[in-house]
């Protein structure tokens, strides 16, 4: 075999000479495997890369991220200074505005003309370690006093430092314990509130414990109320008729009293009527007055025929022979009809499971300054007032025309059906006597005592607080009307949006819309980005 057609074994090398190498054509750089040439490493190193195209972008992508981290600290610190100075501009998206002050507190706050201190007895940042409701309170705190118009001041007291400041305040029970939260002060006049007046809280827990755990916020109502008392010149004087077993009235006396007016129990065997008073109550007594005191309380009313006095009467619910109070009733043309009202008029029931508890409807009288007269009173085991003289006498409080009287003793004879007069029943009634120089002497007579129980006066849903105290401010010519605050729970966390097309519209805008819309701009930079 010739060397020309020499076939080389794998083990086999060829053998080159340097003739052979000069003769060689020049040897291309090894590249990959397609045959592309490797860069060639470049000098200049670090300096280099600087000075290239991907430095300088990825200079300008952090210059930007940082200008943008910058704005966005700033306008956070802005934002915060802006909220502090400004506490309204917090937004509350809760369900029911818990961190929002409600329309009445910023009527009340906005219009007041005395300058009123808010002293909390605990530092501020004591406050917001108590837990989430007195984060609430304190937020409210702040709104409150930047609604006023700079008429209320807000003041943080560290008793501990200073116990010299409950000096200055005697007729406040410091050694009742640590139970104060706060204290309001306007010129001479003060008011202490404690913890349970301005939070709700679980009873049975705190009467098994000892601890409270907190429910709700009722600090609203607790300022306006305590600031409508220290702000109030002449108060009001109000004489509660005891001593005739009659049935607890403490909620409808703390009424009286939130909404600035003196209170004060008097028994008639062995005291005279206030000449101070303008009004005098007799709440639901299982016993009657004798003759004397039934003498006493229409020489009141006559007030040597000048008058500007009012009775409040509320019957008991159980049958109770009272020929002296009915009788006085008489000279006012009224008379408290036997037996309780029944409701069949299913709109008018609060439950379908008794007729005895309804709603009623408003007469034209004490109706026009009510804040809302669309929220009904509710009573419960009520006597018809049967008006006897229509000329001295009115109706306050109506049942519908299907109500009728079952009587104290019924037997199996009896047919409600023919009970029913056809006709509306008076749940309340007011007797009116006038002078000639117009001033006029009132008795008011409300069927059910227990339509001013604490339970019924604190469900929202009904009027009668601020019924009650609209009829009292109206004839004691006060501009202050009753104010009824709602407590704030925070047990919800939703957002405060219940319209159903409100609720379709964000559905679609932040489940659809903003991801979608997203995800197009994520795929059209990195399609641009691969494409360069």
Same mark, same amino acid.
């Given at each position: 075999?010739?060397?020309?057609?020499?076939?080389?074994?794998?083990?086999?090398? /060829?053998?080159?000479?340097?003739?052979?190498?000069?003769?060689?054509? #020049?040897?291309?750089?090894?590249?990959?495997? $397609?045959?592309?040439? &490797?860069?060639?490493?470049?000098?200049?190193?670090?300096?280099?890369? *600087?000075?290239?195209?991907?430095?300088?972008?990825?200079?300008? !992508?952090?210059?930007?991220?940082?200008?943008?981290? !910058?704005?966005?600290?700033?306008?956070?610190?802005?934002?915060?200074? +802006?909220?502090?100075?400004?506490?309204?501009?917090?937004?509350?998206?809760?369900?029911?505005?818990?961190?929002?002050?409600?329309?009445?507190?910023?009527?009340?706050?906005?219009?007041?003309?005395?300058?009123?201190? *808010?002293?909390?007895?605990? #530092?501020?940042?004591?406050?917001?370690?108590?837990?989430?409701?007195?984060?609430?309170?304190?937020?409210?705190?702040?709104?409150? &006093?930047?609604?006023?118009?700079?008429?209320?001041? *807000?003041?943080?007291?560290?008793?501990?430092?200073? /116990?010299?400041?409950?000096?200055?305040?005697?007729?406040?029970?410091?050694?009742?314990?640590?139970?104060?939260?706060?204290?309001?002060?306007?010129? $001479?006049?003060?008011?202490?509130?404690?913890?349970?007046?301005?939070?709700?809280?679980?009873?049975? !827990?705190?009467?098994?414990?000892?601890?409270?755990?907190?429910?709700?916020?009722?600090?609203?109502?607790?300022?306006?109320?305590?600031?409508?008392?220290?702000?109030?010149?002449?108060?009001?004087?109000?004489?509660?008729?005891?001593?005739?077993?009659?049935?607890?009235?403490?909620?409808?006396?703390?009424?009286?009293?939130?909404?600035?007016?003196?209170?004060?129990?008097?028994?008639?065997?062995?005291?005279?009527?206030?000449? $101070? =008073?303008?009004?005098?109550?007799?709440?639901?007594?299982?016993?009657? +007055?004798?003759?004397?005191?039934?003498?006493?309380?229409?020489?009141?009313?006559?007030?040597?025929?000048?008058?500007?006095?009012?009775?409040?009467?509320? /019957?008991? !619910?159980?049958?109770?022979?009272?020929?002296?109070?009915?009788?006085?009733?008489?000279?006012?043309?009224?008379?408290?009809?036997?037996?309780?009202?029944?409701?069949?008029?299913?709109?008018?029931?609060?439950?379908?499971?008794?007729?005895? =508890?309804?709603?009623?409807?408003?007469?034209?009288?004490?109706?026009?300054?009510?804040?809302?007269?669309?929220? #009904?009173?509710?009573?419960?085991?009520?006597?018809?007032?049967?008006?006897?003289?229509?000329?001295?006498?009115?109706?306050?409080?109506?049942?519908?025309?299907?109500?009728?009287?079952?009587?104290?003793?019924?037997?199996?004879?009896?047919?409600?059906?023919?009970?029913?007069?056809?006709?509306?029943?008076?749940?309340?009634?007011?007797?009116?006597?006038?002078?000639?120089?117009?001033?006029?002497?009132?008795?008011?007579?409300?069927?059910?005592?227990?339509?001013?129980?604490?339970?019924?006066?604190?469900?929202?849903?009904?009027?009668?607080?601020?019924?009650?105290?609209?009829?009292?401010?109206?004839?004691?010519?006060?501009?202050?009307?009753?104010?009824?605050?709602?407590?704030?729970?925070?047990?919800?966390?939703?957002?405060?949006?219940?319209?159903?097309?409100?609720?379709?519209?964000?559905?679609?805008?932040?489940?659809?819309?903003?991801?979608?819309?997203?995800?197009?701009?994520?795929?059209?930079?990195?399609?641009?980005?691969?494409?360069?």
């Amino acid at each position: 075999m010739n060397e020309e057609n020499k076939v080389l074994t794998p083990n086999e090398t /060829p053998e080159t000479t340097v003739e052979d190498t000069k003769e060689t054509a #020049p040897v291309k750089d090894a590249g990959d495997k $397609k045959g592309n040439k &490797k860069p060639k490493k470049k000098k200049g190193g670090f300096k280099a890369f *600087l000075k290239s195209r991907k430095a300088r972008h990825g200079s300008l !992508a952090i210059v930007i991220v940082a200008v943008v981290v !910058a704005i966005v600290i700033v306008l956070n610190v802005i934002c915060g200074l +802006l909220v502090d100075r400004f506490p309204d501009l917090k937004l509350d998206l809760t369900a029911n505005k818990s961190f929002a002050l409600q329309d009445d507190t910023i009527d009340y706050v906005s219009h007041l003309n005395k300058d009123v201190t *808010l002293n909390i007895l605990m #530092p501020e940042n004591e406050v917001e370690n108590q837990g989430t409701y007195f984060i609430q309170a304190k937020n409210l705190l702040d709104k409150i &006093k930047s609604n006023s118009n700079g008429k209320i001041d *807000l003041k943080y007291i560290d008793l501990t430092s200073t /116990p010299t400041f409950t000096s200055n305040y005697p007729n406040v029970d410091w050694n009742g314990g640590n139970n104060y939260f706060m204290l309001v002060e306007c010129g $001479k006049q003060y008011k202490a509130l404690k913890v349970d007046e301005c939070f709700e809280y679980d009873e049975q !827990a705190y009467s098994y414990y000892g601890q409270y755990q907190f429910t709700g916020t009722t600090i609203e109502q607790a300022i306006v109320t305590a600031i409508l008392n220290v702000t109030a010149d002449d108060k009001v004087v109000v004489d509660m008729i005891k001593g005739n077993n009659e049935q607890d009235y403490s909620a409808i006396k703390t009424l009286l009293e939130n909404n600035a007016y003196e209170v004060n129990e008097i028994s008639l065997v062995t005291q005279d009527i206030d000449d $101070k =008073a303008e009004f005098i109550m007799i709440y639901a007594p299982s016993v009657d +007055l004798d003759e004397s005191a039934v003498d006493k309380i229409s020489k009141w009313l006559d007030n040597d025929g000048k008058y500007g006095r009012t009775l409040i009467y509320v /019957p008991c !619910a159980d049958k109770v022979d009272t020929p002296n109070i009915d009788a006085l009733l008489d000279q006012w043309g009224m008379q408290v009809d036997g037996g309780y009202v029944f409701e069949t008029n299913t709109d008018y029931l609060i439950s379908n499971s008794s007729a005895f =508890a309804f709603i009623t409807d408003y007469s034209d009288y004490y109706k026009d300054n009510l804040k809302n007269s669309k929220i #009904p009173v509710a009573v419960s085991d009520a006597h018809d007032i049967i008006i006897k003289d229509s000329e001295m006498a009115h109706s306050l409080l109506t049942t519908s025309d299907k109500a009728g009287v079952q009587p104290y003793d019924v037997d199996e004879e009896w047919n409600y059906q023919d009970a029913i007069k056809g006709e509306p029943l008076n749940i309340a009634a007011e007797g009116v006597k006038t002078n000639n120089d117009e001033k006029s002497s009132r008795v008011l007579v409300f069927g059910s005592y227990a339509m001013f129980s604490e339970v019924i006066m604190s469900y929202n849903s009904f009027n009668n607080s601020a019924y009650f105290m609209n009829v009292v401010n109206t004839i004691a010519d006060k501009d202050d009307t009753g104010i009824t605050i709602e407590s704030k729970s925070l047990e919800s966390a939703e957002l405060g949006v219940t319209d159903v097309t409100t609720q379709s519209v964000m559905i679609a805008i932040f489940v659809f819309i903003l991801p979608a819309a997203i995800l197009a701009a994520g795929l059209i930079v990195w399609l641009r980005r691969r494409n360069r």
